[in-house]
């Protein structure tokens, strides 16, 4: 079971994360969101990440150009690349087998739409009009849906140390997401939550 903590802000938290046994952190580079990192804040965050420990950085964009995206990747050199926005499967082809698309599921219809991208694994996200982070689950029924397509998915949305394995139980995934489940304002991870929620996540299979 892969764990993601997403919107890392401090290099601290990111230790933690690690420390607390998450597989992957997740990095926010859209400058609308209320755990957006600077490139420079982005870079002390994934160093002290590496240094913690055998981790996966992920840089999260949303709605960037190619050329951004090449930008921050050269300066942090990102294990995987979130795409978090309206890309199209044409924007995506240009980071071909380091990008994970996130989806926001709302109809069985939307399930189709995981057919449409090259890549390997997807996010299933609760629609927001901010682009995740809102703390809302979404239809676990409709991401057990796009688990059974044989698509490795992350679920995100809402997830916390109290519902992961029940959501885990439910849907089945390669991986789980969190970010405000494991804070105590947007952008400040809390260590024992990290740490709670990793327990409950890898013991829930």
Request: hydrophobic content about 45%; charged content about 20%; overall charge negative.
């Amino acid at each position: 079971m892969i764990v993601k903590v997403c919107g890392i802000t401090r290099p601290e938290d990111a230790v933690a994360a690690v420390r607390a046994g998450a597989d992957w952190i997740g990095i926010n580079f859209w400058p609308k969101s209320s755990r957006f990192c600077t490139d420079s804040l982005g870079c002390l965050v994934a160093d002290a990440a590496r240094r913690a420990g055998e981790v996966d950085v992920v840089g999260v964009f949303v709605n960037a150009t190619p050329a951004r995206i090449r930008e921050v990747d050269a300066t942090i050199g990102f294990d995987r690349i979130q795409l978090h926005g309206d890309e199209t499967p044409a924007d995506c082809a240009a980071f071909a087998g380091r990008y994970m698309k996130a989806i926001s599921m709302t109809t069985p219809s939307d399930i189709g739409r995981l057919s449409e991208y090259d890549c390997d694994v997807f996010l299933v996200d609760t629609p927001t009009q901010g682009y995740g982070g809102s703390g809302r689950t979404g239809d676990w029924g409709l991401a057990a849906e796009a688990t059974a397509t044989g698509r490795l998915v992350v679920l995100a949305g809402g997830l916390t140390p109290g519902n992961v394995a029940k959501a885990i139980r439910t849907v089945q995934p390669y991986g789980v997401d969190v970010a405000s489940g494991v804070e105590y304002e947007p952008g400040m991870k809390e260590a024992r939550a990290m740490a709670r929620f990793v327990e409950a996540a890898k013991a829930a299979l």
